[in-house]
């Protein structure tokens, strides 16, 4: 990331971005979880307290991160202007929710977040448009 300039341009760029890393890692822990429980019963009120709670909050304050602590208008990315480590992380896991009406009715900043890193970065929303389809 340092060799592409996407870790940050100082020491508090550095914390901006490993911050909003370990904040989607735990979005990310606890989709897995729900996706790791075998008990199918136990897994849908797992899937539904994430989509109504739990995933809802933790959305909402990774997205807490683009305004900063002593006021001020909202970064367009994590860091500011421009895009990092951070903002690749947050598409990447924002594509795994983005069509769970829940979460993105509950922070509508993410669609945005996601939209203006994929304009910013066009290489990487040409690859993400066309990258062979999955299931998981």
């Avoid at 994590?78 to 979460?103: C, Q, R, W």
């Amino acid at each position: 990331a340092r060799q592409f300039n996407l870790y940050g341009s100082s020491e508090v760029e550095e914390y901006l971005i490993e911050r909003a890393i370990e904040q989607t890692n735990d979005i990310f822990q606890e989709m897995y979880r729900v996706f790791r429980e075998e008990d199918e019963e136990k897994k849908l009120k797992m899937r539904a307290e994430f989509y109504e709670t739990k995933g809802k909050e933790l959305l909402r304050e990774l997205l807490g991160y683009l305004t900063p602590r002593t006021g001020g208008s909202m970064r367009q990315f994590f860091t500011g202007d421009n895009v990092s480590l951070a903002d690749f992380v947050f598409v990447h896991m924002f594509e795994y929710i983005k069509d769970v009406p829940t979460l993105c009715e509950a922070a509508p900043e993410a669609q945005k977040l996601h939209d203006r890193v994929l304009l910013a970065c066009p290489k990487v929303a040409d690859w993400i448009a066309n990258r062979p389809k999955t299931d998981i």
